[in-house]
């Protein structure tokens, strides 16, 4: 390939969709308020997990310091969401995560990002293993009837596949789906009353907790716990005898153990991203979006750490049940009738767990369609602004994977495309608050940047060379992140026994990082104001970026691997039909008309979405 046209072809990868295109006009209909996206946030975010999750970290990783696990995994959480709500009140269109990669670094970075947010979507945290839980837990209720019934008339024998075919599972999808076909507005009223339903039955556990509840379950001695372990292992003496329970009090597995909690604790807030694909059909998305993120995952952190303190305070943590805490330790402090609340409160935040895992993945669909880089039915969208055919499309391949995989090894695949996604958005932000307006990038500003001190002593407003600079500077700063994060990860063990190498390369890897931090600091920002902006630039979207990176790097080697085959389905689609039906290929091709992008003007051509 001629060197012109590799330049050509490289140059189109990184091509950057207009902010406004001119002619782009949305096809929903705005009809939400702030109330609705904070309860679509946490009726996503707040799902099953508050009633097991808790139990199962308190047990085996942190004991009653769990709380803190909490605290630390929403402060994390909060990095990102904050990054969010910024692009939120800046690009507050259809798309999240990959809308806000295509307006600041290009189109294929903007395609991946949207390809990560279909598998989260579809597998983890989400539609299929949501629906899988809700039939699961229903099943239960009634004795296990479904299961039993499937398993002796239609059992699937085969690897990689389901005991049984969840047809349960897939009807509620499918229901659900034509629920949100019909239309928006119905669609977050019942996630409105599912949603204050969870939240009064998560009240109750945590006031029941304060008065049943003892402070001696805080305050465990070691040697209770040693005699628990010679019990359980039938010894008569403690002599050289270790707890298999910690050393008791409230850090009973140490500090080690409540970050480790934190870690696993991160995932719970996952879900807050779907307000983001919101953008077209908010009344006033500058001011709703980034209230709706910041309220719903404060909202969500309060019911986690009130779940887990009253859980910790009912029963000792080493007694908690993994699978069933909250329903065992009603029955611990005599209360057993109130587990019938829980199993409601369960199904009810499983049922809005599931539409706000829904509500996104159509509307992600939707903006890679207009964009030319998915398929051009997808557009499609009623009289009542729901898309139509993405929301019955994505609803179809879900419940094909409920009906039919076991999805428990295919979940942590959620956790990379999620976290992708986090990454990007926090780097974007970067990007986005160093790049120059149209008014700043004059020729005297250029000049003065290239000066001989320019680099140390940068101009008063940016100008394209700072903003090229502060990206090499971002790019250098993330190849740091997963430097670090691969060593924290590989070489904790050498990290532990103090090893010079190890330390050595962690100091170098922190330095760098450090000092571009301060470089990307002295850097002047674009002077344009949002009504919400992240604060602490530079330091918190890298922040956001390591937590995220190390929180992937944790993943075992077969995810990568799914992941991977993943990705590489997703990129034959790009380079086979995306790359050469992109409209943005199209609007510089053929483009006469002037509109604004996020930073300057560019050409630009006519699009509408086709409406029926």
């Keep these: 390939m001629p060197h012109g046209a590799l330049r050509s072809f490289l140059v189109s990868l990184s091509r950057r969709k207009p902010l406004e295109p001119e002619g782009e006009e949305s096809t929903f209909k705005r009809c939400l308020t702030t109330l609705d996206l904070v309860a679509l946030g946490v009726g996503s975010t707040l799902g099953a997990g508050v009633y097991v999750l808790s139990g199962e970290v308190a047990r085996e990783t942190a004991g009653p310091s769990i709380m803190v696990s909490f605290f630390i995994a929403a402060l994390a959480s909060i990095f990102a969401g904050l990054c969010y709500a910024e692009f939120g009140s800046r690009v507050p269109k259809t798309g999240s995560a990959y809308l806000y990669s295509y307006v600041t670094v290009g189109e294929l970075l903007a395609f991946i990002t949207g390809w990560n947010l279909l598998l989260s979507y579809v597998i983890g945290k989400c539609t299929s293993s949501v629906a899988l839980a809700w039939s699961g837990t229903f099943d239960d209720l009634i004795g296990g009837v479904i299961s039993k019934f499937f398993e002796e008339h239609a059992a699937m024998e085969l690897t990689g596949l389901a005991p049984y075919p969840d047809v349960f599972a897939a009807a509620l999808i499918m229901l659900l789906s034509g629920l949100l076909a019909f239309g928006v507005k119905e669609s977050t009223t019942i996630n409105k009353i599912f949603t204050a339903v969870n ?63 934190a870690a696993t604790c991160f995932y719970a807030f996952v879900g807050f991203d779907c307000i983001a694909t919101t953008g077209e059909e908010v009344k006033n998305p500058q001011k709703s979006v980034p209230v709706g993120i910041v309220v719903s995952l404060l909202i969500c952190f309060l019911a986690y750490f009130a779940v887990s303190a ?186 532990s026994r103090m090893e010079a190498w190890s330390l050595v390369l962690v100091c170098i890897l922190a330095f760098i990082l450090l000092l571009n931090i301060f470089l990307i600091w002295r850097h002047p920002q674009n002077t344009t104001k949002a009504s919400f902006m992240v604060p602490l630039l530079p330091a918190l979207p890298l922040v956001s970026a390591l937590i995220n990176v190390y929180l992937m790097v944790q993943l075992g080697g077969d995810t990568w691997v799914r992941y991977a085959i993943w990705m590489a389905v997703g990129l034959v689609i790009y380079f086979g039909y995306g790359l050469h039906y992109s409209v943005q290929r199209q609007r510089l091709k053929y483009g006469q008309t002037k509109i604004e992008t996020i930073s300057n003007k560019i050409e630009k051509d006519i699009i509408k979405e086709e409406k029926f």
């Design 199 to 261: 939240i009064l039955v998560l009240l109750f556990v945590a006031i029941s907790g304060f008065i049943k509840g003892s402070l001696s379950n805080w305050h465990i001695s070691e040697e209770a716990l040693l005699n628990l372990t010679a019990e359980l292992k039938n010894l008569s003496s403690t002599a050289n005898l270790t707890s298999e329970f910690g050393v008791g009090g409230f850090f009973p597995y140490g500090i080690s153990g409540t970050l480790a909690g």
């Design 310 to 495: 009253a859980l910790t305070l009912m029963m000792p943590y080493y007694m908690l049940s993994e699978k069933s805490p909250l329903p065992v330790a009603f029955d611990y402090v005599g209360w057993g009738p109130a587990k019938y609340a829980v199993a409601v409160g369960s199904l009810c935040a499983l049922s809005t767990s599931l539409l706000g895992s829904m509500f996104p993945m159509p509307r992600v669909l939707f903006a890679m369609a207009r964009d030319g880089l998915l398929f051009q039915p997808l557009t499609k969208v009623t009289a009542r602004g729901s898309p139509a055919i993405a929301t019955i499309s994505s609803g179809t391949v879900a419940a094909i994977m409920a009906l039919l995989f076991d999805l428990e090894a295919l979940v942590e695949m959620m956790s990379i495309g999620t976290l992708f996604a986090y990454t990007l958005v926090a780097i974007c932000i970067l990007i986005l608050r160093y790049q120059p307006g149209q008014s700043e990038d004059s020729d005297l500003q250029i000049v003065e940047s290239n000066s001989r001190f320019g680099f140390l002593r940068p101009p008063s407003t940016p100008t394209s060379a700072t903003s090229r600079t502060v990206t090499t500077l971002v790019i250098v700063s993330v190849a740091c992140v997963a430097g670090l994060s691969v060593t924290l990860t590989q070489g904790i063990n050498a990290l």
